[in-house]
């Protein structure tokens, strides 16, 4: 498959590509491209210029400073997954970037895109809830700051302007006692999921539960905070009981719509499942 | 509109004036006439096109070639030294890696990635890594077997070290 014409920049530097986005009203951002190639191929998308970021130096960060893991916009998903830092401090960024497509698209995808595309099937906008992550946008006033909660607009809409680029991911340094998980539930490696889960929380000194977050995975138009099932743990001490009624909340309140993976009911029982199954994992690790 | 680029292919340099919509796996078989790399689903799923992009295995269907100017590809091409079969050639051989032969050559570059930096791989491990790559003569058992016997062969401790 060919895609339509388009004209290629690679800007060397962040101004530059600004530049050339304010210049050109339906450019697009090409960074590891591999959700936007296909949609090209398919001329789902055909824009008349692309902005291949890719060669802008310094966005490669993936270092703890301040309180913040600290991701740059070219970090690729397998540098994610590959890092022992993530692995041994970020367990529900590791398992997320562990289930993105597969192997190969690995390599190329980076976790800024997988946010910045808001497919509400890509599995890191429900991580990023989890975790109460921020994003930094950069335009052509500088940089701003954006809460995850108020980045995500609609199916495949964010906060973003045309003339800004997601320049940084920043996901907050675990407090003691923290643990984390995201289960997906897919037909085949590559696959979008059928449902995901992801729950990140700590414990304090007692064992209750302190800090919470809950997000969903393409059970509705963009990923959900499940928020009354983050209410019913928060400053408890996390019973069965009370995590079976925490995942019997996110079955209501997810919004799934059938398609070839499943029906509305069985996705919205699968979310029970994985929400249970996701709080019982986070709360194994974050006792070890 | 089209621009120049150069792409480091198998260790020669590759020089052509390529529309920036040539997708990379595209240049490798129709510029560059390496047609050992093969187009199988043309949509990211089956990792027959793989090639090695400067250490990493990629989807060159799935890549446009202009992003990998100035850099280093490798396709199945590149796996012979000499006349001699890569370990990795050398095992789809002796383990009967392959029956139609069609995602071979995106099988084994992938599996030359993977073995650059894993070494004694469980077949956990191995399984996971070729999980962007499908088979669909059924191969996979012997598959894990032929990367397997590359794995050792690339690793084998040095015969006569003190």
Same mark, same amino acid.
């Given at each position: 498959?060919?895609?339509?014409?388009?004209?290629?920049?690679?800007?060397?530097?962040?101004?530059?590509?600004?530049?050339?986005?304010?210049?050109?009203?339906?450019?697009?951002?090409?960074?590891?491209?591999?959700?936007?190639?296909?949609?090209?191929?398919?001329?789902?998308?055909?824009?008349?210029?692309?902005?291949?970021?890719?060669?802008?130096?310094?966005?490669?960060?993936?270092?703890?400073?301040?309180?913040?893991?600290?991701?740059?916009?070219?970090?690729?998903?397998?540098?994610?997954?590959?890092?022992?830092?993530?692995?041994?401090?970020?367990?529900?960024?590791?398992?997320?970037?562990?289930?993105?497509?597969?192997?190969?698209?690995?390599?190329?995808?980076?976790?800024?895109?997988?946010?910045?595309?808001?497919?509400?099937?890509?599995?890191?906008?429900?991580?990023?809830?989890?975790?109460?992550?921020?994003?930094?946008?950069?335009?052509?006033?500088?940089?701003?700051?954006?809460?995850?909660?108020?980045?995500?607009?609609?199916?495949?809409?964010?906060?973003?302007?045309?003339?800004?680029?997601?320049?940084?991911?920043?996901?907050?340094?675990?407090?003691?006692?923290?643990?984390?998980?995201?289960?997906?539930?897919?037909?085949?490696?590559?696959?979008?999921?059928?449902?995901?889960?992801?729950?990140?929380?700590?414990?304090?000194?007692?064992?209750?539960?302190?800090?919470?977050?809950?997000?969903?995975?393409?059970?509705?138009?963009?990923?959900?905070?499940?928020?009354?099932?983050?209410?019913?743990?928060?400053?408890?001490?996390?019973?069965?009981?009370?995590?079976?009624?925490?995942?019997?909340?996110?079955?209501?309140?997810?919004?799934?719509?059938?398609?070839?993976?499943?029906?509305?009911?069985?996705?919205?029982?699968?979310?029970?499942?994985?929400?249970?199954?996701?709080?019982?994992?986070?709360?194994?690790?974050?006792?070890? | 509109?089209?621009?120049?680029?150069?792409?480091?292919?198998?260790?020669?340099?590759? *020089?052509? &004036?390529?529309?920036?919509?040539?997708?990379?796996? !595209?240049? #490798?078989? $129709?510029?560059?006439?390496?047609?050992?790399?093969?187009?199988?689903?043309?949509?990211?799923?089956?990792?027959?096109?793989?090639?090695?992009?400067?250490?990493?295995?990629?989807?060159?269907?799935?890549?446009?070639?202009?992003?990998?100017?100035?850099?280093?590809?490798? *396709?199945? &091409?590149?796996?012979?030294?000499?006349?001699?079969? !890569?370990? #990795?050639? $050398?095992?789809?051989?002796?383990?009967?890696?392959?029956?139609?032969?069609?995602?071979?050559?995106?099988?084994?570059?992938?599996?030359?990635?993977?073995?650059?930096?894993?070494?004694?791989?469980?077949?956990?491990?191995?399984?996971?890594?070729?999980?962007?790559?499908?088979?669909?003569?059924?191969?996979?058992?012997?598959?894990?077997?032929?990367?397997?016997?590359?794995?050792?062969?690339?690793?084998?401790?040095?015969?006569?070290?003190?």
């Amino acid at each position: 498959m060919i895609p339509a014409e388009f004209q290629y920049a690679t800007p060397p530097t962040i101004p530059e590509a600004i530049a050339l986005l304010q210049a050109h009203q339906d450019a697009k951002i090409l960074s590891g491209g591999q959700s936007l190639i296909p949609a090209l191929k398919l001329r789902l998308a055909t824009p008349p210029l692309l902005v291949d970021i890719s060669r802008i130096a310094g966005l490669t960060t993936l270092s703890e400073a301040g309180g913040w893991l600290h991701i740059g916009a070219l970090v690729r998903e397998a540098d994610l997954e590959e890092s022992p830092l993530v692995r041994s401090r970020y367990p529900l960024l590791h398992d997320t970037s562990h289930v993105v497509a597969d192997p190969l698209v690995r390599n190329l995808a980076t976790i800024a895109g997988n946010l910045a595309h808001a497919d509400p099937a890509n599995d890191h906008p429900a991580t990023m809830l989890a975790y109460r992550a921020e994003v930094v946008a950069t335009g052509p006033s500088g940089a701003r700051v954006i809460a995850v909660d108020s980045f995500f607009t609609g199916l495949f809409a964010t906060a973003l302007a045309h003339d800004e680029i997601l320049t940084e991911v920043r996901v907050p340094a675990p407090m003691a006692g923290s643990g984390g998980a995201y289960l997906k539930l897919e037909r085949k490696v590559g696959d979008f999921a059928t449902a995901g889960v992801a729950a990140q929380l700590n414990l304090d000194a007692a064992g209750r539960v302190q800090q919470i977050g809950i997000g969903l995975t393409n059970v509705g138009p963009m990923a959900i905070r499940a928020r009354r099932s983050e209410d019913v743990l928060r400053g408890q001490s996390p019973s069965d009981a009370l995590i079976a009624q925490a995942a019997a909340l996110a079955q209501e309140d997810c919004d799934p719509t059938a398609d070839l993976r499943g029906s509305a009911d069985y996705k919205r029982n699968m979310v029970r499942i994985l929400t249970m199954r996701a709080l019982h994992k986070a709360l194994e690790r974050a006792r070890a | 509109m089209t621009q120049k680029i150069t792409i480091n292919l198998n260790g020669a340099d590759v *020089t052509a &004036e390529v529309e920036p919509r040539l997708l990379l796996v !595209h240049f #490798i078989r $129709e510029v560059a006439n390496l047609t050992g790399t093969h187009i199988g689903c043309d949509t990211t799923s089956c990792g027959a096109c793989s090639v090695v992009l400067d250490g990493k295995a990629v989807k060159s269907c799935t890549l446009f070639a202009v992003q990998a100017d100035g850099r280093r590809i490798m *396709t199945v &091409e590149g796996l012979v030294t000499g006349g001699q079969l !890569h370990p #990795i050639q $050398e095992g789809f051989h002796e383990k009967h890696g392959l029956q139609c032969g069609f995602c071979t050559p995106g099988m084994m570059m992938t599996s030359y990635a993977f073995l650059q930096n894993h070494a004694h791989a469980s077949e956990e491990e191995i399984r996971w890594a070729i999980s962007g790559n499908l088979c669909r003569c059924t191969g996979y058992v012997n598959i894990v077997e032929a990367i397997k016997y590359a794995d050792a062969k690339l690793h084998a401790p040095a015969a006569g070290g003190a």
